[in-house]
T-cell receptor, first 118, second 117 residues
């Protein structure tokens, strides 16, 4: 069964360092999402891509976070510089279609990248 | 705007007992509703979804949920739980856009279900 691939699974870094996460969605999925999940809370959307275009980054802290999906396939989320409050699980998800009749919000999630900032 | 409220942050139950995890939502437009499950250090997996039609929805692992429009609720139930059901459960709402895709999923804060022997 096809899966969303994420790396690294775990990352420990010191504050003020740069960190990057990679995601490869299920083949053919046009929409890609990055969520942040702080311990004990639900996931919160950081950024959403439709193919290579950003369609929602309203909750992305743009002073330190950036995301790209240059060829409309895999994606990278970067944090520079990392802060203590960035410690969280970063989840990537993808969904099948851009058509409103079939893109119902059923997302397929990767296993996540857990970031610890010291 | 839409929001999701999961009324219980933790629900401990004994094995083979029934369980209900509560979820209420608010939205000014029609929505799609979901329950996801998350096992420790893993991503989220879809349990079930309500898109339209019958208000009683059956999902994987013996779970079901009932959509109640008048009470804006979507409670998750299982008649007999197993130890392996221990996990975090998230209710989520996807808002239907009149002019575009149904794509933004908003999650509740989660309910930790702990099944004890």
């Amino acid at each position: 069964e096809a899966e969303v691939a994420q790396s690294p699974r775990y990352k420990i870094t010191e504050k003020s360092q740069a960190v990057a996460f990679w995601c490869d969605p299920i083949s053919g999925h046009a929409t890609l999402y990055w969520y942040r999940q702080i311990l004990g809370q639900g996931p919160e959307l950081l950024v959403q891509f439709q193919d290579e275009s950003v369609v929602d980054d309203s909750q992305l802290p743009k002073d330190r976070f950036s995301a790209e999906r240059l060829k409309g396939v895999d994606s990278t989320l970067k944090i520079q510089p990392a802060e203590l409050g960035d410690s969280a699980m970063y989840l990537c998800a993808s969904s099948r279609s851009r058509d409103r009749n079939s893109n119902t919000g059923e997302l397929f999630f990767g296993e996540g990248s857990r970031l610890t900032v010291l | 705007a839409q929001s999701v409220t999961q009324l219980d942050s933790q629900v401990p139950v004994f094995e083979e007992a029934p369980v209900e995890l509560r979820c209420n939502y608010s939205s000014s437009v029609s929505v799609y509703l979901f329950w996801y499950v998350q096992y420790p250090n893993q991503g989220l997996q879809l349990l079930l979804k309500y898109l339209s039609g019958s208000t009683l929805v059956k999902g994987i692992n013996g779970f079901e949920a009932e959509f109640n429009k008048s009470q804006t609720s979507f409670h998750l139930r299982k008649p007999s739980v197993h130890i392996s059901d221990t996990a975090e459960y998230f209710c989520a709402v996807s808002r239907r856009n009149s002019g575009g895709s149904n794509y933004k999923l908003t999650f509740g804060k989660g309910t930790l279900l702990t099944v004890n022997p």
